[in-house]
T-cell receptor
């Protein structure tokens, strides 16, 4: 069974603070993919990153960084120097193969991030 | 133009009515998916399709049906809408061997 847990339901920070969004996953598959998506107030889902299970390198993209640790089954997302435009709901998701609903994504329940000026 | 489009973007309907949500994509992807988003529950899979002859039920398919009219088109139908089908519906596509799913803008459905 696949499961993604985002324990933080809501986070509120002041602009320029750093914030980390936690994601813990469960899967029995050895090959899988992890994702982060952003859902701004307008409602669309924006793809941020994909990481496969064989690549534990951390990734940095501008103010965004991701820490993937197989030992703890975690794929955490950090925003450095947060901005008001980062306010959104962030989803972590897991995809684990054809047998698991045709590579469908299993989503966490999302973390709502509010960045105030 | 957007790669994945959904129509309508917003819809209000009454209990018992039949309604169809449409999804079209220009990405040339074979895989298409329908998800439903409810507040606080994330997204859940309704149906998925790998081609026009390959359609599969997802986690919450009861009360829904789908049609894959062509590689680029995947429609979701509610045969007899009920209020607890009020939700935000997303279509998504992906290419084999790439895994990343690209989402349409969503359809907000309200069933009264």
């Amino acid at each position: 069974a696949q499961k993604v847990t985002q324990a933080q339901t809501e986070i509120s920070v002041v602009e320029k603070e750093d914030v980390t969004l936690d994601c813990v996953y469960e899967t029995r598959d050895t090959t899988y993919y992890l994702f982060w998506y952003k859902q701004p107030p307008s409602g669309e889902l924006v793809f941020l990153i994909r990481r496969n299970s064989f690549d534990e390198q951390n990734e940095i993209s501008g103010r965004y960084s991701w820490n993937f640790q197989k030992s703890t089954s975690s794929f955490n997302f950090t925003i450095t120097a947060s901005q008001v435009v980062d306010s959104a709901v962030y989803f972590c998701a897991l995809s684990a193969g054809y047998s698991n609903s045709g590579y469908a994504l299993n989503f966490g329940k999302g973390t709502s991030l509010l960045v105030t000026p | 133009d957007a790669d994945v489009t959904q129509t309508p973007r917003n819809r209000i309907t009454k209990t018992g009515k039949r309604i169809m949500l449409e999804c079209s994509q220009t990405k040339g992807h074979d895989r298409m998916y329908w998800y439903r988003q409810d507040p606080g529950l994330g997204l859940r899979l309704i149906y998925y399709s790998f081609d026009v002859k390959d359609i599969n039920k997802g986690e919450i398919s009861d009360g829904y049906s789908v049609s894959r009219q062509a590689q680029a088109k995947f429609s979701l139908s509610l045969e007899s809408a009920i209020p607890n089908q009020t939700a935000l519906y997303f279509c998504a596509t992906s290419h084999p061997n790439q895994e990343t799913q690209y989402f349409g803008p969503g359809t907000r459905l309200l069933v009264l």
